[in-house]
């Protein structure tokens, strides 16, 4: 059985940081592409950060980008997301989530599995 558990998340300060881990179990981690997803209150799920199977491509969202970077340990079977100079606008319940393929994908119809969630709380 597929298990995606994240951990990490807490509340922080503008202008700080958190590093988010997702550690997966029940598959064979290196054959999939894997990406972070996040829910803010009253919206709608949105694409963060995808990493290929390698860990070599990386795809991010506009918001995000030069803020936050998005890294595996295949040997570790986890992967992380490491988030710099947060805003307030960066809260929301971040999801990792397994993709169907090999290469780092944005569009979210393409996962198949994710986790519980770990909540991330930025204060201004």
């Known amino acids: 059985q597929v298990q995606l558990v994240e951990s990490g998340g807490g509340l922080v300060q503008a202008g700080g940081s958190l590093r988010l881990s997702c550690a997966a179990t029940?598959?064979?981690?290196?054959?999939?592409?894997m990406g972070w997803f996040r829910q803010a209150p009253g919206r709608e799920r949105e694409f963060v950060a995808a990493?290929?199977?390698?860990?070599?491509?990386?795809q991010y969202a506009n918001s995000v980008k030069g803020r936050f970077t998005i890294s595996r340990d295949n040997a570790k079977n986890t992967m992380y997301l490491q988030m710099n100079s947060l805003k307030p606008e960066d809260t929301a319940v971040y999801y990792c989530?397994?993709?169907?393929?090999?290469?780092?994908?944005?569009?979210?119809?393409?996962?198949?599995?994710w986790g519980q969630g770990t909540q991330v709380t930025v204060s201004s």
């Open positions: 989530k397994r993709a169907n393929t090999i290469v780092a994908v944005v569009t979210p119809s393409l996962y198949d599995t």
């Open positions: 029940g598959h064979t981690f290196s054959s999939y592409a």
């Open positions: 990493i290929d199977r390698s860990g070599a491509g990386t």
